[in-house]
C-alpha cells in the first residue's frame, strides 16, 4: 500500500514539475531565439536530449530496443510530436509572442478529444460540441487581438502546432505503444529531429546571432528540461493518469504562461487575450471532464 501511495505521490510531482517546464518554455525560448534560428534551436537541443534519455532508458531497462508491433505508432508520434509540433511551435513564438502562442497552442485537448471521436476512440456528445465551441470562441477573441488579417501565417502556424500536438497525444494514448517512457522520449527525440536537420543547416548557418550567457542557459533548460524531461515525463504522466486528469492538469500552462510573459518579457495583454484565456480554458475543462454526457 505504501509503495503504491508513493508511486502516485511521485507522478503528481511529476505532473506538476511538467506543468512548470511547459509555462516557463514560451517566453524563455523566445529569448533564444533572438539569435538562433528556430529549426538550428530544435537540433540543438534535441540531440543531446535524445543521448540524454536513451542513456537513462539503457540504464533502466538494459535496453533500448522497441518491439516491431510499436514502431508505427512510434514513428506517426515523433512525426507529430517532435518534427511538427516542436518546429511550428516555435515559429509560432516568434510571431505571435510566447503568451498568445500558448494560448493557442493550448487548444490541444480540444482537438485532442475531437480526434479521438473522429478515429472512434470516442463518441461525440454534448461536451465535446460545447468543448468545440468555447475553443473557437476563444480563438476568435484572440485572433482580433492579434489581428488575424496582420497575422495570418501566423495565426495559422501556431494553430496548426496545436492540432498537431493534438493528433501525437490521441496516438500516444491509443496506438499500443507500452514500453519505458524514457525509450520512447529518447526515440521520438532522434526521429522527429532527423528530418529537419538539413533544412537546418540550409536555412539557418549565416541567420545566427551573437550568442550570451543567458542563451546558454535557455540551451540548457532546452535539453535537459524542455526537451529530456518534459517528453518522458508527458509519456509517463500519461500512462499514470486517464487523459482527462492530463488535460485539465495542463490548463493551468497557458494561464502561467500568459503571467510569464508578461514578467518577464513586459507584454501588455488586454481584455480580448483575457477572454481568449478564460474560453479556451474553459474548453480544455469540457473536454476532459465531460459534464455534460449523462
Request: no cysteine; proline share 3%; net charge positive.
Amino acid at each position: 500500500m505504501n509503495f503504491i501511495f508513493s508511486q502516485k505521490i511521485i507522478a503528481v510531482l511529476l505532473l506538476i514539475l511538467l506543468v512548470l517546464v511547459w509555462s516557463s518554455v514560451w517566453s524563455l525560448f523566445r529569448i533564444a531565439m533572438e539569435v538562433i534560428p528556430p529549426l538550428s534551436f530544435r537540433v540543438i537541443i534535441g540531440l543531446p536530449a535524445f543521448m540524454l534519455l536513451l542513456l537513462l532508458g539503457f540504464k533502466k531497462m538494459k535496453t533500448v530496443n522497441v518491439p516491431s508491433n510499436e514502431w508505427k505508432s512510434l514513428l506517426l508520434i515523433s512525426f507529430f510530436n517532435v518534427t511538427l509540433w516542436q518546429v511550428l511551435m516555435l515559429y509560432g513564438i516568434g510571431m505571435l509572442g510566447g503568451g498568445r502562442a500558448a494560448v493557442l497552442t493550448y487548444t490541444m485537448p480540444v482537438w485532442a478529444t475531437i480526434f479521438a471521436s473522429i478515429f472512434g476512440y470516442e463518441k461525440i456528445n454534448i461536451s465535446i460540441i460545447i468543448s468545440l465551441i468555447f475553443g473557437i470562441i476563444g480563438i476568435f477573441f484572440l485572433s482580433i487581438e492579434i489581428n488575424i488579417f496582420e497575422n495570418m501565417l501566423g495565426f495559422l502556424i501556431t494553430l496548426s502546432a496545436g492540432l498537431s500536438w493534438a493528433i501525437g497525444t490521441m496516438i500516444v494514448k491509443y496506438g499500443g505503444i507500452k514500453s519505458d517512457g524514457l525509450i520512447v522520449a529518447g526515440w521520438q527525440q532522434i526521429i522527429g529531429i532527423l528530418p529537419i536537420i538539413p533544412f537546418a543547416f540550409y536555412f539557418d548557418l549565416n541567420n545566427f546571432g551573437s550568442i550570451e550567457f543567458r542563451h546558454i542557459l535557455v540551451i540548457l533548460f532546452g535539453i535537459f528540461l524542455s526537451s529530456a524531461y518534459t517528453y518522458w515525463a508527458y509519456f509517463t504522466v500519461l500512462q499514470k493518469f486517464s487523459v482527462n486528469i492530463t488535460s485539465i492538469s495542463v490548463m493551468a500552462v497557458p494561464v502561467l504562461a500568459v503571467l510569464i510573459d508578461y514578467i518577464i518579457i513586459d507584454v501588455e495583454f488586454s481584455i480580448f487575450d483575457l477572454l481568449a484565456l478564460i474560453f479556451i480554458v474553459t474548453g480544455i475543462f469540457v473536454a476532459a471532464k465531460k459534464p455534460f454526457n449523462n
